[in-house]
């Protein structure tokens, strides 16, 4: 099991590289996004060579909110384009999965034209993914269980999934990692981490909220999967993000 930590995108990616260095992580979960860290104004060169020098991986993270099920085609088109964008700078950075966040902001639509149009975004990218070497990945969001992903999943049997923890306990009556990983354990390629309080996607220290990570651990760990997971703890200092690296350890080795 490898521990990473996620950059900032209001700063400095080179400077967020050292930061997630000294922090004792594997690897920078890198996300290309908005302000400071967009796809067209990282220079790719920098970033792998600073990755290079203080031995980190890097996994590749894309913005939430990018509109692939967008009932206007050139707003679609656009996201792609931007996501087209991600994947060449994940392949300089030496990136070999990237994840992808559904879009089912479509007002006016049903559930069946918001997956319909997803797919068809992430096929028009899987070829550019095969060519770089890059796996994609779907992110569950809030609600999302295997039921909810598969119209997507089972029809993109080259996509892996990509499991946030802390989402499939927000609103919730148990936990959906169950059912996430009952279904797609086989093509899990990467984990997300953070702690809230069953309402919101609060990004709290492991502890801090709700979530019983003994169970979900112990459910992740059963499945034999022993690769990437990322602390997506963002709101408190330093000693915060160690407390909650150390706590994720103790509780892996216990599982």
């Known amino acids: 099991m490898q521990l990473g930590l996620m950059n900032n ?8 590289i050292v930061r997630i260095a000294d922090l004792g992580f594997a690897f920078v979960d890198l996300t290309l996004e908005p302000p400071a860290a967009r796809a067209d104004r990282v220079d790719a060169a ?16 894309t913005a939430y909110y990018l509109p692939f099920g967008s009932a206007f085609d050139a707003i679609q088109a656009g996201a792609v384009a931007e996501a087209g964008r991600c994947l060449q700078v994940f392949a300089e950075v030496g990136a070999t999965v990237m994840n992808l966040h559904l879009d089912c ?40 269980d295997a039921e909810t992903l598969a119209p997507v999943l089972d029809t993109l049997p080259d996509v892996g999934l990509h499991l946030d923890i802390g989402h499939a306990n927000i609103r919730a009556p148990r936990s959906n990692t169950a059912s996430l990983l009952g279904r797609y354990a086989g093509r899990l390629k990467h984990v997300h981490l953070s ?14 909220g709700t979530i019983d990570w003994k169970r979900e651990l112990k459910a992740l760990k059963a499945t034999g999967y022993d690769g990437t997971i990322t602390l997506e703890t963002f709101y408190g200092d330093s ?17």
């Open 9 to 16: 995108p209001a700063r400095d990616p080179l400077r967020e």
């Open 46 to 61: 920098r970033v792998r060579a600073a990755l290079e020098e203080r031995r980190l991986g890097v996994v590749g993270h």
């Open 105 to 144: 902001r479509v007002p006016g639509h049903d559930i069946a034209f918001i997956n319909r149009r997803n797919v068809e975004a992430i096929e028009t990218l899987l070829p550019t993914a095969r060519r770089l070497n890059i796996t994609l990945m779907v992110e569950n969001v809030e609600g999302d």
């Open 195 to 208: 702690d809230n309080k069953g309402r919101g996607d609060d990004h709290l220290a492991i502890g801090a």
């Open 239 to 255: 000693d915060l993000i160690l407390y909650s690296r150390d706590k994720v350890r103790q509780l892996w080795e216990a599982a």
